[in-house]
């Protein structure tokens, strides 16, 4: 890749140093496209970074050359009508750092607009940075779940996401969290981010779990990190009457069936979300305040050189992955 230009008004150029890996990348590694969305080779991906300014435009006031910063990879136009209705994750012009509208950030430097950088304190380490995109996700997520304290939640899928969603629903107030996956590992990291029953999908029905802890009511809350048709399943059958269902997992298939008749009679609503929704400042401060612990989701580090085999490691959940980190 070419050195980015320099910052114009209202830009930042970044020295990056750290990225996640993230879901949304392993889609296009393993699977060639994401969404729907093909990939473009070669590409840049990687939407979970951190770096320190090097450079400032001009009329860039809040932010210099030294500060740590996380990085919002939505490039949204704050014209439209969704973002002026305070939905900026459906901009109508919403560029996004992944490697199809811009590159992705497992770059050495990226040129980008100021107020996509979000700054850090000095003493938060680069990787403890980059978890910022993630749990902005989880933020949104509970905003569309409209999650109430005491409520009782299940979340389908205990990969970064998923138990991500765990902690987050606790901090929330959940009364109840039950976590489902089908990996041994995964779901002992649920249980130390605080889900009160660790179920192992392939053995037992999760819905049978949850509706056995609320009295056959089921959840009133049910977070799919997983993205699965098996997934989606499972939150229907698993979710109360009148309770919320949030999809977060991208599915690989355009089309997946789901059991619409036990939705139709409870009368479940289920939503489907797409990114973050300016979330990234609440993020930071659940980071800053030990709310949520960066360590535990981040399971593994690999140096850019070696950036190939962290998704090969995430891509065979190998050694204990949770979530591989990208250092350079």
């Known amino acids: ?14 020295r990056l140093h750290a990225c996640g890996v993230c879901g949304s990348d392993m889609h296009f590694y393993l699977e060639g496209n994401s969404a729907g969305t093909p990939a473009r080779y070669p590409m840049v991906v990687g939407h979970e970074p951190a770096g320190e300014i090097v450079a400032v435009g001009k009329g860039v006031e809040d932010l210099a050359v ?4 996380a990085v919002e990879p939505a490039v949204t136009c704050g014209e439209c009508e969704y973002c002026k209705a305070g939905k900026r994750n459906l901009c109508e012009r919403c560029e996004f750092m992944i490697g199809i509208q811009l590159p992705g950030l497992l770059l050495e430097y990226a040129t980008i607009p100021a107020k ?17 995109e993630p749990v902005a996700i989880l933020l949104h997520a509970l905003e569309l779940a409209e999650l109430k304290p005491g409520e009782t939640v299940a979340i389908m899928g205990a990969g970064p996401i998923g138990i991500t969603g765990v902690a987050m629903a606790k901090v929330a107030g959940a009364s109840l969290v039950v976590s489902g996956d089908m990996i041994p ?4 990291r649920a249980r130390e981010m605080g889900a009160d029953l660790a179920v192992d999908v392939s053995k037992d029905s999760i819905a049978d779990a949850v509706k056995d802890l609320t009295g056959g009511k089921g959840a009133d809350v049910v977070l799919d990190a997983a993205g699965k048709a098996r997934s989606i399943q499972a939150a229907i059958h698993s979710v109360k009457p009148g309770g919320r269902i949030v999809v977060i997992g991208i599915p690989s298939e355009a089309y997946t069936p789901v059991p619409f008749w036990p939705a139709l009679h409870a009368e479940v609503t ?3 979300q797409k990114r973050s929704n300016g979330n990234d400042h609440d993020a930071l401060e659940l980071i800053k305040t030990g709310k949520i612990d960066p360590e535990k989701i981040l399971s593994h580090r690999f140096s850019l050189e070696d950036g190939g085999k962290a998704f090969s490691v995430m891509g065979n959940y190998e ?6 980190l990208i250092e350079w």
């Open 185 to 188: 590992h995964r779901l002992e």
């Open 116 to 132: 996509n950088a979000l700054k850090v304190p000095s003493t938060m380490s680069y990787g403890a940075a980059s978890v910022v």
């Open 319 to 324: 050694d204990g992955v949770i979530k591989p």
């Open 66 to 69: 030294g500060d740590r910063v």
């Open 270 to 272: 289920i939503k489907v």
């Open 1 to 14: 890749m070419p050195d980015p230009p320099d910052p114009g008004p209202g830009e930042v150029s970044v």
